[in-house]
């Protein structure tokens, strides 16, 4: 695509050779303004093609949900993401394929009202395969739904106020926030921007309420205004004026596009792999009054194609809390015009700030916004927090975070959790490490609340193996058409042969390391930033990636390829082992791999004859 840029046509990052930079001053026209008949025709990808033929997401996606068929074709595959759903098979089952559909809600901040919760829940028992999966970005997935019961399902999530709009797709997913209830003026004011971000970006043609609810209303809350204002603003060229997408246009964004909010210090959302990561900056009496915004973080890469590659968001600097709004719809709007259309390895926002570099990239962002950034507030160091376990909420009432291993509920677990959701009629949470947070818990529920979730195998945080609370796993296997291996089914054991070789090398209980599998090189579950990441390479077999860090602020990189799942302790072994006897006081593993580097690394490896003393 191209915009008409000091009347030439400039083609965006990927396209045809750019104007030099003193020519891309002027005035700047959306992406889906019609080219000139003498224009050279830019390259796009079949999906670009897709979106631009279905009339705002509808068509042929109508047609195939009505047929006989069990499964709709390539182009409606396509459309029905932007619609939250994904077409799976199982691939364990041989012969014909047996089609679903995934459902992923859409959760700002993670939060679930009680009457949701019970609508999944429900749902996930009739129309599922009777679990509920607790994702990395706070939303639910809904494995195994048949397409003859897709409209029910997903009407019934939108009547029990739900949705599943845009929950994947070329456009903004789910905004993450921190998901701790505390009432407290941060947090709940990044909860809140987290929202009307969601809102600012959600699409607007009604496509989704006419093929899932047949155009009806459905009772919400109202949106507030100042996102109405800052959606219909184009003081800036920003909007497609007239268009059902005002920011989106025809086209959508070239790619998924994630965003998170938070306050300064929490980590909880992995603030740095996201497009856009939004930092709530306070004034010293604890009072928000602006946001410190990083650009161009992503997780997704492909093997063996190393101009692929998972990145870190930049910072791009400070914006009055009264402008947030603005300055994201300048950021989407940048990636909207630029970002590449024609090959869908190269589309997301990470390749652009790559290409292009902070400077360039924050002055193309700057003619949308309309002002000049300022510069970064000082933070303090980032740290990881769990909210598990019982907590104060800070208005009398507490929160108690359960661990859900792989973010899975299914049995006995997910029954219970119904049951003490339902009788205290509990809001609740979705973590971004897949855990749930049951909030508004008078004092008078606890004891009952314990006891019922301990007899249900959900085990109190300190009864829980520290490996296990901060690991996270991709579903992969065997719904996931990317996955090459195992994740989540393959996890815990994992996990138990890491303690095993904790226990051997001499290496305490209260100690542990961030480790995250995913079954293929997409990274759903943040592999790249773990402190061991496990990525899936091939039939039982992984990338080993090293140094993240606990805190998630470390890229980490490759150490081995092709690992086979037999061969681990091989590699970890050995690491752990001189990692024991050789860190410095209160170094992780991530920050002792990145000291010593992975040549000594490697040498390390190659020569272990076997377990040092214990001693």
């Known amino acids: ?277 939004v930092v709530v900056v306070s004034d010293s009496a604890g009072e928000p009054v602006g946001f410190n915004l990083y650009v161009g973080g992503g997780m997704g890469r492909t093997h063996r194609i190393e101009t692929t590659f998972p990145r870190l968001a930049d910072p791009l600097g400070y914006v009055p809390k009264e402008d947030i709004l603005y300055a994201i719809k300048a950021i989407v709007v940048t990636q909207r015009e630029n970002g590449r259309r024609d090959d869908r390895r190269y589309s997301r926002m990470k390749y652009l700030l790559d290409s292009w570099g902070i400077d360039k990239f924050r002055a193309e962002v700057e003619k949308y916004y309309g002002k000049k950034f300022e510069d970064f507030h000082p933070l303090p160091e980032w740290q990881f927090n769990s909210y598990l376990g019982w907590q104060e909420q800070g208005d009398g009432k507490l929160f108690y975070g359960v661990h859900v291993d792989n973010g899975r509920l299914g049995g006995q677990a997910k029954k219970t959790l119904r049951e003490i959701i339902e009788k205290y009629s509990l809001d609740v949470s979705i973590t971004p490490n897949q855990n749930l947070i049951l909030c508004g818990v008078d004092q008078a529920w606890r004891e009952p609340i314990t006891a019922a979730l301990a007899q249900a195998g959900l085990l109190e945080p300190k009864d829980v193996d520290l490996l296990n609370i901060t690991s996270m796993a991709c579903p992969a296997l065997p719904l996931c058409p990317l996955a090459q291996t195992e994740a989540e089914r393959g996890i815990l054991p994992i996990l138990k042969r890491i303690r095993a070789v904790f226990d051997k090398v001499g290496i305490k209980d209260e100690e542990s390391v961030v480790v995250r599998i995913t079954g293929c090189p997409n990274g759903c579950a943040r592999p790249y930033m773990a402190e061991v990441g496990f990525v899936g390479d091939g039939p039982n077999s992984y990338q080993i990636w090293l140094g993240g860090t606990p805190n998630q602020t470390t890229l980490a990189e490759t150490f081995m390829n092709k690992v086979k799942l037999q061969d681990i302790e091989k590699v970890l072994e050995p690491l752990f082992s001189y990692w024991n006897s050789t860190r410095q006081e209160g170094e992780s593993f991530g920050s002792f791999t990145n000291r010593m580097g992975f040549e000594q690394l490697k040498e390390v490896v190659n020569k272990w004859e076997g377990s040092a003393s214990a001693a």
């Open 1 to 277: 695509m191209s915009a008409a840029v000091g009347g030439a046509e400039f083609h965006g990052f990927g396209g045809a050779a750019q104007l030099p930079r003193s020519r891309m001053l002027g005035s700047i026209r959306a992406v889906s303004t019609p080219l000139k008949k003498d224009a050279k025709e830019v390259k796009r990808s079949k999906v670009e093609i897709i979106k631009e033929k279905s009339n705002f997401l509808r068509y042929p996606l109508n047609e195939e949900l009505v047929s006989e068929a069990p499964n709709v074709n390539e182009t409606a595959v396509q459309l029905i993401k932007f619609h939250g759903s994904y077409q799976q098979s199982d691939r364990e089952v041989r012969g014909q394929k047996n089609y679903s559909f995934m459902l992923r809600t859409k959760n700002p901040s993670g939060k679930v009202p009680n009457q949701t919760y019970l609508a999944m829940d429900t749902l996930a028992d009739e129309f599922g395969i009777g679990t509920l999966r607790l994702t990395t970005r706070q939303t639910f997935q809904l494995h195994g739904v048949l397409k003859k019961n897709l409209k029910h399902v997903i009407s019934t999530v939108i009547k029990n106020m739900g949705s599943t709009l845009g929950a994947c797709g070329d456009l903004n997913r789910n905004v993450l926030a921190p998901a701790a209830p505390y009432v407290r003026k941060d947090i709940l004011f990044a909860q809140e921007t987290a929202e009307n971000i969601a809102a600012l970006l959600a699409p607007q043609s009604g496509a989704y309420y006419d093929l899932w609810v047949d155009g009806e209303k459905i009772m919400s809350a109202e949106e507030p205004p100042e996102v109405t204002k800052a959606r219909n603003d184009n003081s800036h060229g920003t909007n497609f004026p007239d268009s059902p997408e005002p920011i989106y246009g025809t086209q959508y964004l070239p790619r998924k596009f994630k965003i998170a909010v938070t306050v300064a210090g929490d980590n909880s959302v992995d603030i740095l792999t996201n497009d856009i990561g």
